[in-house]
T-cell receptor, first 111, second 111 residues
Framework: KQEVTQIPAALSVPEGENLVLNCSFT??????LQWFRQDPGKGLTSLLL?????REQTSGRLNASLDKSSGRSTLYIAASQPGDSATYLC??????????FGQGTRLTINP | DTGVSQNPRHKITKRGQNVTFRCDPI?????LYWYRQTLGQGPEFLTY????????KSRLLSDRFSAERPKGSFSTLEIQRTEQGDSAMYLC?????????FGPGTRLTVL
């Protein structure tokens, strides 16, 4: 079964720290992987998309990496700010068009 | 705003009633997706359209659920004879390929 797992479910860090969110998936034959941000009660905002042929993508303070052979992706957030507090979701497309999501990591940045 | 829009944003209904949600995708996007998200979980795929053709349906989409995209533009999701277990956020997304862009969601509460 193709599954996505995100650990930890929640993370709390002081403002200014660099941090890493983890995502693992069960089948390495992915088409692409997408990271999203979700604020409470809101829809999803796409942060970064990594194609299966890529190793990483960067946008501002965010960097996402992909290691298909180990079935892992990480989202690195540099110099965290209170406005980064949200739930971060990892999702994989394996070939059908549907995204398969992890359960998310709820991130709190403390001022 | 030219993003994905969903209406209504919130719907409260009594068990047994029928409800219908609407999704308007980004105008040039030919693909449209419906997902369902329950509290504390990642979204789960429900169904996918390419233009007006419904190409995939999840087993989560019981016979009480029906989705249409009659002219390849907006889409509707109808739930008949609602049950308390249908309470969730219903998310719509659209794309031309990758990535998928999400709307704000419709939160359904079944009393």
């Amino acid at each position: 079964k193709q599954e996505v797992t995100q650990i930890p479910a929640a993370l709390s860090v002081p403002e200014g720290e660099n941090l890493v969110l983890n995502c693992s998936f069960t089948d390495s034959a992915i088409y692409n992987l997408q990271w999203f941000r979700q604020d409470p009660g809101k829809g999803l905002t796409s942060l970064l998309l990594i194609q299966s042929s890529q190793r990483e993508q960067t946008s501002g303070r965010l960097n996402a990496s992909l290691d298909k052979s180990s079935g892992r992706s990480t989202l690195y957030i540099a110099a965290s700010q209170p406005g980064d507090s949200a739930t971060y979701l990892c999702a994989v497309i394996w070939g059908a068009q549907k995204l398969v999501f992890g359960q998310g990591t709820r991130l709190t940045i403390n001022p | 705003d030219t993003g994905v829009s969903q209406n209504p944003r919130h719907k409260i209904t009594k068990r047994g009633q029928n409800v219908t949600f609407r999704c308007d995708p980004i105008s040039e996007h030919n693909r449209l997706y419906w997902y369902r998200q329950t509290l504390g979980q990642g979204p789960e795929f429900l169904t996918y359209f390419q233009n007006e053709a419904q190409l995939e349906k999840s087993r989560l989409l019981s016979d009480r659920f029906s989705a249409e995209r009659p002219k390849g533009s907006f889409s509707t999701l109808e739930i008949q004879r609602t049950e308390q277990g249908d309470s969730a956020m219903y998310l719509c997304a659209s794309s031309l390929g990758d990535p998928q862009y999400f709307g704000p969601g419709t939160r359904l509460t079944v009393l």
